[in-house]
Antibody
């Protein structure tokens, strides 16, 4: 059974860099996409970005200039860095496994994309 | 498209059926998945693809898609189903995920 465990600093000052790491247990990072999502207090989920086994990344366009997602295959871990944080970056941050599969469908091939294994979340507060 | 639209809240009587919808152009190309989130907890996946449930998810949860609208139906809602439900799918470019704004389900 795949599990993810995440950790990182929970209190930052404005302009500092947020740094979180997620360890994957029960599966190699060599498959799937490894994803970061956040949730500001009282608000909905926001996708931040993802990385695959080859190190190819996608990020939410509005965050792309500040986001770095990396992978350490030797440790089976992936990481998020978000620089120049402000109070607006205060949120619970989750790591998750993103799955992309192709299955036969009625009209050809169907593409399934979903996030099925989530970390417990790390609360990050940005305050001076 | 860069949006998935959900109704903010819906209520259902215990044991009755409720359907939550999610609208967006991306749903014409990609299937939605649905995550349930209870207060103070991480989301869990309840439906993915055409209508698939991960292991451990009760069969009272089902999904469907028509045009640009995905739906999550809870048939015979239980008290433990009270939660926020988020749809998500790839955007039309396929390069990012979109989340709906979430629907709060209250079981009366």
């Amino acid at each position: 059974q795949v599990q993810v465990q995440q950790w990182g600093a929970g209190l930052l000052k404005p302009s500092e860099t947020l740094s979180l790491t997620c360890a994957v247990y029960g599966e190699s990072l060599r498959g799937d996409y490894w994803t970061w999502i956040r949730q500001p207090p009282g608000k909905g989920l926001e996708w931040i970005g993802e990385i695959n086994q080859s190190g190819s990344t996608n990020q939410k366009p509005s965050l792309k200039s500040r986001v770095t997602i990396s992978v350490d295959m030797s440790k089976n871990q992936f990481s998020l860095k978000l620089n120049s944080v402000t109070a607006a970056d205060t949120a619970v941050y989750y790591c998750a496994r993103g799955v992309s599969v192709v299955v036969p469908g009625v009209m050809g091939l169907d593409y399934y994309h979903y996030m099925d294994v989530w970390g417990k979340g790390t609360t990050v507060t940005v305050s001076s | 498209s860069s949006e998935l639209t959900q109704d903010p809240a819906v209520s259902v009587a215990l044991g009755q059926t409720v359907t939550i919808t999610c609208q967006g152009d991306s749903l014409r190309r990609y299937f939605a998945s649905w995550n349930q989130q209870k207060p103070g907890q991480a989301p869990i996946l309840v439906i993915y693809g055409k209508n698939n449930r991960p292991s451990g998810i009760p069969d009272r949860f089902s999904g469907s898609t028509s045009g640009n609208t995905a739906s999550l139906t809870i048939t015979g809602a239980q008290a433990e189903d009270e939660a926020d439900y988020y749809c998500n799918c790839r955007d039309t470019s396929g390069n990012q995920y979109l989340f709906g704004s979430g629907t709060k389900v209250t079981v009366l």
